[in-house]
């Protein structure tokens, strides 16, 4: 297990982890429909207790503040060594990604695009969970009313879910 794995069992309320390894594949290209491209991380527990990976859940986080870092890590190996998938994805014009970073312009299309790509890989389950904080959780609300019946659940925390009101 990771130490920010160890650390974050210690402070936060989780279940021990079930997969003591995790294999990380970095800057995976996700097309957008403009032809845009958005880098992300896949993030897998190694032991996944006689299940195929494509029947392991996929947690995804749309992010405008890195897939590295104490973010990345946060989501990443905790979560994996919990036995979930997880994609960071980089916003768009952030980490790597193409284009400009316009803040909340372009989350729907590229949330939806990203889900639709995320169902075309060979290791994706068909249950995703949307997660994440403050901006992350904005990435969420932008899809809500038009995500497809993959997404089971949706974890924003720390954010609004009526921005426009709160400026």
């Given at each position: 297990?990771?130490?920010?794995?160890?650390?974050?069992?210690?402070?936060?309320?989780?279940?021990?982890?079930?997969?003591?390894?995790?294999?990380?594949?970095?800057?995976?290209?996700?097309?957008?429909?403009?032809?845009?491209?958005?880098?992300?991380?896949?993030?897998?527990?190694?032991?996944?207790?006689?299940?195929?990976?494509?029947?392991?859940?996929?947690?995804?986080?749309?992010?405008?503040?890195?897939?590295?870092?104490?973010?990345?890590?946060?989501?990443?190996?905790?979560?994996?060594?919990r036995g979930l998938q997880v994609l960071m994805v980089s916003a768009r014009g952030t980490f790597g990604s193409d284009g400009e970073f316009l803040a909340m312009r372009n989350e729907r299309a590229d949330g939806l695009a990203t889900l639709r790509w995320l169902a075309d890989q060979s290791w994706s389950s068909g249950r995703v969970i949307l997660a994440g904080s403050s901006y992350f959780g904005y990435t969420q609300w932008a899809i809500a009313d038009a995500a497809p019946p993959e997404v089971k659940a949706m974890v924003p925390h720390i954010t609004s879910s009526r921005l426009a009101l709160s400026l």
């Open positions: 297990m990771t130490a920010i794995g160890r650390l974050a069992e210690r402070m936060a309320p989780l279940p021990p982890a079930t997969s003591r390894r995790v294999h990380v594949e970095r800057g995976l290209k996700i097309p957008m429909d403009d032809g845009a491209t958005l880098v992300a991380d896949h993030w897998a527990p190694r032991d996944t207790g006689g299940r195929s990976l494509s029947e392991v859940p996929v947690v995804v986080v749309r992010t405008a503040y890195g897939r590295g870092g104490p973010l990345g890590w946060l989501y990443g190996p905790v979560l994996a060594e």
